[in-house]
């Protein structure tokens, strides 16, 4: 691996009582930064990789993202929306503001338990729209299992497929496709 990525900040979220649907709306405040490390520089002929210059790559950002969940007896529908400003972003011709959209589906009473505790089927989509400096989308789509309660502990087995940009801000311009499996302990 020859870039890695930091990432703090923080958020607040909103969360007003309902009934049959819940409204969140979550406002975060976010640093990321790309770097290449020496994974990318040819000791041998003393010259960058692919001739991939570094690029000080910085987005500090703030975003407003609203939330609304519909509860349904057999399954639960979640979709959101939301933008984000950047104050400071390198190369200067990234843009400033993006958007970000998604959607999610899990079910509730559907299937009963197993080994003794709920379990949900999920397909969830997240598209990103960024300006690097053209605007380009960048969708992220899952869907598996979760065993334990949705919103509690549990683990969660997926696929999933990624169409975009990719992930390590170094290579900010770079567009990617593929696909993968895996597994993540959700811990409340």
Same mark, same amino acid.
């Given at each position: ?59 500090? $950002? =703030?975003?407003?993202? @609203?939330?609304?969940?519909?509860? #349904?007896?057999?399954?639960?529908? /979640?979709? +959101?929306? *939301? ?59 899952? $869907? =598996?299992?979760?065993? @334990?309660?949705?919103?509690?502990? #549990?683990?969660?087995?997926?696929? /999933?497929? +990624?169409? *975009? ?24």
């Amino acid at each position: 691996m020859d870039a890695v990525d930091g990432f703090f900040g923080g958020h607040i979220v909103y969360a007003p009582p309902g009934e049959d649907g819940r409204l969140l709306i979550r406002l975060r405040l976010l640093h990321i930064s790309g770097h290449l490390i020496d994974g990318h520089w040819d000791h041998i002929t003393m010259q960058w990789k692919d001739n991939k210059l570094p690029i000080p790559y910085t987005r500090d $950002f =703030g975003e407003l993202t @609203g939330l609304f969940t519909w509860r #349904g007896r057999i399954a639960d529908l /979640s979709a +959101y929306t *939301g933008f984000s400003y950047a104050t400071l972003v390198r190369p200067t011709d990234l843009a400033r503001w993006a958007t970000l959209h998604g959607v999610e589906l899990h079910t509730t009473g559907l299937l009963g338990p197993a080994a003794g505790k709920p379990f949900s089927l999920y397909a969830a989509d997240n598209l990103a729209v960024t300006g690097i400096p053209a605007w380009y989308g960048t969708n992220n789509l899952e $869907f =598996g299992v979760k065993f @334990g309660e949705w919103n509690g502990t #549990g683990i969660r087995f997926y696929g /999933s497929y +990624y169409h *975009g940009l990719e992930v390590f801000s170094q290579y900010y311009y770079v567009r990617t496709d593929q696909w993968g499996l895996g597994f993540a302990f959700d811990a409340w």
